[in-house]
């Protein structure tokens, strides 16, 4: 009965590979959002979307692509990975863009060797 | 854009003192400021938050204070418990998008 899953919960790669990170929320909240944590604990909103449209953009370098198939689901690609993108990466819902309460998922943490 | 400064970055209390964390933000506009404790390997969870119409809020053992002025708002623990020991992070929203920017976070250690 988790609200907001995260799958892979660790992801240990190499640079210049490609992986996917899946977000799925069953709180059917229209707005998701994926979060960036860095070694120093910094939490920095990178996307959001709200309805499957895209809302927020955080100046995020295009090789982050985010994908929402649905509503209940955010997904993370990052094409050519590099050392700098090592971290926590967490997905939150909320209801709606004006319900305030963010709710976070476990986390997905990615190495980059 | 908003920038949020949380201090300090860290603290340490004995169980049953209290604790308090201090924030800051740059944009008058914002309108929701609220609290998340993370735990080691867990996600961020709110514990309480507090909107730009009133000037305290509590629950329990946890108050919070917000001056719109002054654009500071606080965290107050009291009795601490081990189980309060976690990184709090305060954050603060504008109305378009709900978009939350981060303080940096305070390590809070709970000592028995």
């Known amino acids: 009965d988790t609200a907001v899953s995260q799958t892979p919960k660790y992801l240990v790669t190499q640079m210049g590979n490609d992986k996917s990170i899946k977000c799925e929320q069953n709180?059917?909240?229209?707005?998701m959002y994926w979060y960036k944590q860095d070694s120093k604990k910094f939490l920095k909103i990178m996307f959001s979307y709200n309805n499957k449209e895209l809302i927020i953009n955080e100046t995020v370098p295009n090789r982050f692509s985010p994908k929402s198939p649905d509503k209940a689901h955010l997904n993370l690609h990052i094409n050519s990975l590099e050392l700098g993108d090592s971290a926590v990466y967490f997905c939150?819902?909320?209801?709606?863009?004006?319900?305030?309460?963010?709710?976070f998922g476990p986390g997905t943490r990615l190495t980059v060797l | 854009g908003e920038n949020v400064e949380q201090h300090p970055s860290t603290l340490s209390v004995q169980e049953g003192d209290s604790a308090v964390i201090k924030c800051t933000y740059s944009d008058s506009a914002s309108n929701y400021f609220p609290w998340y404790k993370q735990e080691l390997g867990k996600g961020p969870q709110l514990i309480i938050d507090i909107r730009s119409n009133v000037g305290e809020k509590k629950d329990q053992r946890i108050a919070v204070t917000l001056n719109k002025t002054a654009k500071h708002f606080s965290l107050h623990i009291t009795e601490t418990q081990p189980e309060d020991s976690a990184v709090y992070f305060c954050a603060a929203r504008k109305a378009a998008g709900n978009k939350l920017t981060f303080g940096g976070g305070t390590r809070v250690l709970v000592k028995p």
């Open positions: 939150a819902s909320s209801q709606d863009l004006a319900k305030n309460e963010q709710f």
């Open positions: 709180l059917g909240h229209d707005t």
